[in-house]
C-alpha cells in the first residue's frame, strides 16, 4: 500500500534553515509528481510546491519562492524540502502528498504530516 | 492565482439530512480539475472527489461533486455521524493549485 512519511521537524529559530524529508513506499516512486502542502494551527491548507517525477520542473507558491526548494531523489524513493529564511508564519504542519504523473494533480495519498514551529 | 470561495463558512446539520456545499473559483478551472476533500481534527485530508464530480476510491456514493467552470458543489445526501468534518476544495488546473478556506460540517 502506498505510505508517505515525514521527518525532519521541529523547532527552529526565525532565519535558520530546515530540510523536510518524505519517504515513500508502495508505488513506483519516479513515476509520479510530488507536492508539499502546509497548514498552519487551526487554518486552513495551502499548497506549497510541486517536482516533477523526472524532478526537471518544480513550482512554488509566491510565499515562499526564492526561500524553500523542492527536491527529491528517485533512486531513495524520497522528497525533499528544503526551508531558508524561515519566518513565523511558516510555521505549520507540512503534509508530502502524491500527485498523479502531471504536476497538475488532486492529491490521493498524504503523509501524516511533520510540523515546523518558527519562533526565537 | 484563481481563488476558491468556500460557502457556508459552517453548516450546522443532523444525521440524515442532505448537505450542499459551494465552491466558486474567481475564474474558470481549467478542464474542471477541481477536487474535494475531507479533513477531521489531527488528521491529514482525505480525498473525496476529482475532476469535479469523480468519487476517489473507497469513497461512499453518499458523496457526490457537480459542477463547472467557476460553480461547483458538493453534496453529501444522508449525513452520517462521520461526515461531520471541514471540507475543502482544490483546483489543480494551473499553478498555484489553491484551495479554498474551506467549510466546517458541524453536527446541529
Known amino acids: 500500500q502506498v505510505q508517505l512519511v515525514e521527518s525532519g521537524g521541529g523547532v527552529v529559530q526565525p532565519g535558520r534553515s530546515l530540510r523536510l524529508s518524505c519517504a515513500a513506499s508502495?508505488?513506483?516512486?519516479?513515476?509520479?509528481?510530488m507536492h508539499w502542502v502546509r497548514q498552519a494551527p487551526g487554518k486552513g491548507l495551502e499548497w506549497v510546491a510541486v517536482?516533477?517525477?523526472?524532478?526537471?520542473?518544480?513550482y512554488y507558491t509566491d510565499s515562499v519562492k526564492g526561500r524553500f526548494t523542492i527536491s527529491r531523489d528517485n533512486s531513495k524513493n524520497t522528497l525533499y524540502l528544503q526551508m531558508d529564511s524561515l519566518r513565523p508564519e511558516d510555521t505549520a504542519m507540512f503534509y508530502c502528498?502524491?500527485?498523479?504523473?502531471?504536476?497538475?494533480?488532486?492529491?490521493?495519498?498524504w503523509g501524516q504530516g511533520t510540523l515546523i514551529t518558527v519562533s526565537s | 492565482e484563481i481563488v476558491l470561495t468556500q460557502s457556508p463558512g459552517t453548516l450546522s446539520l443532523s444525521p440524515g439530512e442532505r448537505a450542499t456545499l459551494s465552491c466558486r473559483a474567481s475564474?474558470?478551472?481549467?478542464?474542471?480539475?477541481l477536487a474535494w476533500y475531507q479533513q477531521k481534527p489531527g488528521q491529514a485530508p482525505r480525498l473525496l472527489i476529482y475532476?469535479?464530480?469523480n468519487r476517489a476510491t473507497g469513497i461512499p456514493d453518499r458523496f457526490s461533486g457537480s459542477g463547472s467552470g467557476t460553480d461547483f458543489t458538493l453534496t453529501i445526501s444522508r449525513l452520517e455521524p462521520e461526515d461531520f468534518a471541514v471540507y475543502y476544495c482544490?483546483?489543480?488546473?494551473?499553478?498555484?493549485?489553491?484551495f479554498g478556506q474551506g467549510a466546517k460540517l458541524e453536527i446541529k
Open positions: 482544490q483546483q489543480y488546473g494551473g499553478s498555484p493549485y489553491t
Open positions: 475532476g469535479a464530480s
Open positions: 502528498a502524491r500527485g498523479s504523473p502531471s504536476t497538475a494533480s488532486y492529491f490521493q495519498y
Open positions: 475564474q474558470s478551472v481549467s478542464s474542471n480539475y
Open positions: 517536482i516533477s517525477s523526472d524532478g526537471s520542473n518544480e
Open positions: 508502495g508505488f513506483s516512486f519516479s513515476g509520479y509528481a
